[in-house]
């Protein structure tokens, strides 16, 4: 799966990265999401899921490769 980001909804919380930090991370700029790793499968999708069901802004998804 890969992991689709929209950074003009994102609020900085900072949920995906306490909930996966090899995956996401936050910009110095403006605390926004960033992607590390974009395409994601076996346990590591599972932890990407749980992301994106905790983000508050609905800012993360997955689409099928």
């Known amino acids: 799966m890969r992991v689709v980001t929209d950074t003009a909804r994102c609020v900085g919380s ?3 990265v306490l909930t996966d930090p090899a995956v996401f991370d936050q910009s110095d700029e ?3 999401v960033l992607v590390l790793v974009e395409h994601v499968e076996g346990e590591r999708l ?4 749980e992301a994106v069901e ?3 802004s609905q800012a993360i ?3 099928d490769d």
């Not at 599972?46 to 899921?49: G, K, N, P, R």
């Open 14 to 16: 900072g949920q995906c």
């Open 30 to 32: 403006d605390g926004t």
């Open 46 to 49: 599972a932890a990407v899921e």
């Open 54 to 56: 905790m983000c508050p």
């Open 61 to 63: 998804s997955l689409e």
